[in-house]
Structures are given as C-alpha cells and as structure tokens.
C-alpha cells in the first residue's frame, strides 16, 4: 500500500513539470529523441531531489512523533497551497515564461527550478519515514511519473495540444492533499 501512496505523490509533483514542458515545448522547436533526453534529465532531478529533501529532513527530525507529524503536514500544507494559488493565478499569454529547452544547461536548470515543490515534500517526508527504508519506494515512481508526463507534455506542446491548467494543478493538488491527510490520520 505504501508504494501505491508513493505513486499518487509522485503524479501529484509530475503534473506541474508536464503544464511546463507543454509550454516550453510549444514554443520551442525539439525532435522526439531530444524529448527524451530532456524528460530524462528532468526525472533524474526530481529524484534526487526527493530523496535529498527526505535526507535533510531525517537530519532535522525531532524523534518526536507529534511534533514530526505537524511539520510534515506543515510542509505539505505549504506545498499544496502553493499549487493551488498558481492554479487561480490569471494567466497572461504574453507574459508566460517559456524555457529554451533545446539546450540541455537551461534544460538541468529548469529541472531545479520545478524541484522546489519536490524538495520541500522530501523534507517532510523525511520527517516522517527514514530515507533507507523507502528510498527504492519514493524515488522510482517519481522518476518513472516525471519522465512519462514530461515527455507527454513535450509531445502535446510539439502538436500544439492545449491543456486546462487550472484543471491538472487542482488536480495534482488533491493528491497532495490526499497524501498528507492520509499520511496524519496513519500516524
């Protein structure tokens, strides 16, 4: 049951990386291959990334179960408002931020820039569980979840496929939520 939960985290962090490599895609000419490449690289990121915020959060881990619970729910809180606010966020087509995605430094860079979100949900996970207990459990979902909606966002932008924001960000941020109550009421 734990990996399931993991999946559903993971989709809940993947779909914000596949609404950006929809609209970096659509303005930015890429082959398929080179997709591939760039969806890989992404998905490595978020990995690690994951599991670098579990590793920070064991090390400020209280031992105190109650208190860890609250920051990790704190964290997910956080998170999640933060999906939720860029959901209501009018959006401007002028002013969208487009990446240039076919060089691959801007490409580990942009990988960074949508790990926030993931960093922070590994350090509150690594409030919660230990890192070498589920490091197999947390970070092949991840990077499984992130390389196929990247690459789903890269080939919708390439054929100019429009999305609802709005729709996919509400999404991602039930899940979320749904994590992070799940996470409260199983301690």
Request: include cysteine; charged fraction near 15%; aromatic fraction near 8%.
């Amino acid at each position: 049951m734990k990996v399931f939960e993991y999946i559903v985290l993971s989709l809940a962090l993947a779909l914000p990386v596949l609404l950006t490599l929809r609209d970096c895609a659509a303005k930015v000419h890429l082959r398929l291959t080179r997709g591939l490449l760039v969806s890989l690289i992404i998905a490595v990121e978020q990995a690690l990334l994951v599991l670098l915020g579990m590793l920070m959060g064991n090390l400020l881990r209280l031992g105190i179960p109650e208190y860890d619970n609250l920051v990790f729910l704190g964290l997910m809180l956080v998170v999640a408002l933060r999906m939720f606010f860029n959901a209501f966020r009018k959006p401007k087509e002028k002013d969208a931020v487009v990446f240039d995605i076919s060089r691959l430094g801007t490409v580990a860079l942009l990988g960074l820039a949508t790990g926030t979100n993931t960093l922070f949900v590994g350090i509150g996970l690594g409030f919660r569980t230990l890192l070498e207990h589920d490091i197999w459990a947390v970070s092949v979902p991840m990077a499984v979840s992130v390389f196929l909606l990247g690459y789903l966002g890269i080939m919708m932008g390439r054929q100019g496929k429009e999305l609802r924001r709005r729709r996919w960000l509400l999404i991602a941020t039930l899940f979320l939520l749904l994590y992070a109550i799940k996470g409260v009421v199983d301690a």
